[in-house]
Antibody
Framework: QVQLRESGPGLVKPSQTLSLTCSVS??????????WGWIRQHPEKGLEYIGY???????FYNPSLKSRITISKDTSKNQLSLRLNSVTAADTAVYYC?????????????WGQGTLVTVSS | DIQMTQSPSSLSASVGDRVTVTCRAS??????VNWFQKKPGEAPKLLIY???NLHSGVPSRFSGGGSGTDFTLTISSLQTEDFATYYC?????????FGQGTRIEIK
């Protein structure tokens, strides 16, 4: 059973860089067949797809965030990373990593528990 | 971006009720629609994929339907554990987008 766990600082100052790691167990991110993505939920609001990475290293970034984000992977550690530059209070959210099956409708089948990141001075 | 609009935004229902949530896409998304259940403090859970396919382990009281622009999520007999917020998502076109959510509350 695949498990994902997000980690990183819970508090980030405005204008700084948010860095999160997603540790994966029960599957290899170097194996094909799945996208590995990041999604966030702002307080009391809906879900926003940040982007994803494929085992080949191919990435997709939400255009609304594209200029500020980098998603990468470390296959040797079986980890994903998210970096979001120049954060503001609007980036305060619970951040989730998730695994989506490649194919029809690419459903996000497995999710981490999420980690709350607050942007505040 | 494709907009996904859910209705209602919230509803009150009783255990045993049949409940239907609607999701409308701003353009044709074929059947590239997934449905998720979200409870406070928990990760979202996939219920339905490709509009009408029940994800493994999800109770059969959940069902999905629709294609094109109009989709539904139905719970045939609401259970206590079903009180939560439900989201539709389209993956037809990047970026994938979610509806704003439908909160199901206990009447």
């Amino acid at each position: 059973q695949v498990q994902l766990r997000e980690s990183g600082p819970g508090l980030v100052k405005p204008s700084q860089t948010l860095s999160l790691t997603c540790s994966v167990s029960g599957d290899s991110i170097g194996r094909g067949g799945y996208y590995w993505g990041w999604i966030r939920q702002h307080p009391e609001k809906g879900l926003e797809y940040i982007g994803y990475i494929y085992y080949t290293g191919e990435t997709f970034y939400n255009p609304s965030l594209k200029s500020r984000i980098t998603i990468s992977k470390d296959t040797s550690k079986n980890q994903l990373s998210l970096r979001l530059n120049s954060v503001t209070a609007a980036d305060t959210a619970v951040y989730y990593c998730a695994r989506a099956q490649v194919g029809h409708s690419a459903p996000l089948e497995n999710w981490g528990q999420g980690t709350l990141v607050t942007v505040s001075s | 971006d494709i907009q996904m609009t859910q209705s209602p935004s919230s509803l009150s229902a009783s255990v045993g009720d049949r409940v239907t949530v609607t999701c409308r896409a701003s353009q044709n998304v074929a059947d590239f629609v997934n449905w998720f259940q979200k409870k406070p403090g928990e990760a979202p859970k996939l219920l339905i994929y490709a509009a009408s396919n029940l994800h493994s382990g999800v109770p059969s009281r959940f069902s999905g339907g629709g294609s094109g622009t109009d989709f539904t999520l139905t719970i045939s007999s609401l259970q206590t554990e079903d009180f939560a917020t439900y989201y539709c998502q389209q993956t037809y076109s990047n970026p994938p987008t979610f509806g704003q959510g439908t909160r199901i509350e206990i009447k």
